[in-house]
């Protein structure tokens, strides 16, 4: 019978993404960096949330794109967003094929799935935006005003994850640190997705 430390590191190399998926993400996402850089002005670009942190877990879904849009494409900042993420969409489209890419809430969708294999699923949210120095403003289809501020760094999907993780931590540390050296980011964002934590510290 697998120990309570074997079975985590079972269950989290069934998470936890190889170094050839790794490599195969980072090369798709510098390429479509790279490809909006063409079609766009792009002042700068970053990935955000759980990607760069190093927390994604299988299958690699939604990751996100910061495309910040320089000078010359502040026109698109006074029309509807619809209009911004329709030319996005529409040079995706080009690149990827209309069947891999989609219009989304705030950004546009491109998938490098493979059919019938949803371990395999890759995808990537290229998100539009505009540098408003203490934030930036991205395009928000179902609000009012059209634009939403944001800031990814404080985003609040990730201050989400980090007190659970706190918690958790806390909690399995102070039964021994036995179970907590197998935990790592993308397994405990799982736990923490999918609830409630396992109560594995009891009788221990």
Same mark, same amino acid.
């Not at 490599?23 to 510098?30: G, M, P, T």
């Not at 910061?66 to 996005?88: A, I, T, W």
């Given at each position: 019978?697998?120990?309570? +430390?074997?079975?985590?590191?079972?269950?989290?190399?069934?998470? %936890?993404l190889?170094q050839?998926?790794?490599?195969?993400?980072?090369?798709?996402?510098?390429d479509? &960096?790279?490809?909006?850089?063409?079609?766009?002005?792009?002042?700068?670009?970053f990935?955000?949330?759980s990607?760069?942190?190093?927390?994604?877990t299988?299958?690699?879904?939604?990751?996100d794109?910061?495309?910040?849009? #320089? =000078?010359? =494409?502040?026109?698109? &900042?006074?029309?509807?967003?619809?209009?911004?993420? #329709?030319?996005?969409?529409?040079k995706?489209?080009k690149?990827? *094929?209309?069947?891999?890419?989609?219009?989304?809430?705030?950004?546009?969708?491109?998938?490098? #799935?493979?059919? *019938?294999?949803? %371990?395999?699923?890759?995808?990537f949210?290229?998100?539009?935006a505009?540098?408003k120095?203490?934030?930036?403003e991205i395009?928000?289809?179902?609000?009012?005003m *059209?634009?939403?501020? +944001?800031d990814?760094e404080?985003?609040?999907?990730?201050a989400?994850?980090v007190e659970?993780?706190r918690l958790?931590?806390?909690?399995?540390?102070?039964?021994?640190?036995?179970?907590?050296e +197998?935990?790592? *980011?993308?397994?405990l964002?799982?736990?923490?997705?999918?609830?409630?934590?396992?109560n594995?510290? %009891?009788?221990?």
């Amino acid at each position: 019978m697998l120990t309570i +430390t074997e079975a985590f590191q079972k269950f989290r190399s069934k998470l %936890e993404l190889t170094q050839k998926e790794q490599a195969d993400a980072s090369r798709r996402q510098k390429d479509v &960096r790279a490809y909006m850089d063409e079609c766009f002005h792009i002042e700068r670009d970053f990935l955000t949330g759980s990607y760069k942190r190093w927390t994604k877990t299988k299958p690699l879904k939604d990751v996100d794109i910061f495309c910040v849009l #320089g =000078e010359d =494409e502040r026109k698109y &900042r006074s029309k509807h967003p619809s209009v911004l993420l #329709g030319e996005v969409d529409k040079k995706l489209a080009k690149e990827y *094929g209309r069947s891999n890419v989609s219009l989304q809430r705030r950004s546009v969708s491109v998938n490098f #799935g493979v059919a *019938g294999q949803e %371990e395999r699923v890759m995808s990537f949210d290229v998100v539009p935006a505009f540098d408003k120095r203490q934030h930036f403003e991205i395009p928000d289809t179902q609000t009012k005003m *059209g634009w939403t501020e +944001t800031d990814p760094e404080i985003h609040a999907e990730r201050a989400k994850f980090v007190e659970p993780q706190r918690l958790l931590s806390r909690r399995l540390f102070r039964n021994g640190g036995r179970i907590a050296e +197998t935990i790592r *980011g993308g397994s405990l964002a799982y736990f923490v997705a999918h609830g409630p934590l396992p109560n594995l510290c %009891e009788n221990s």
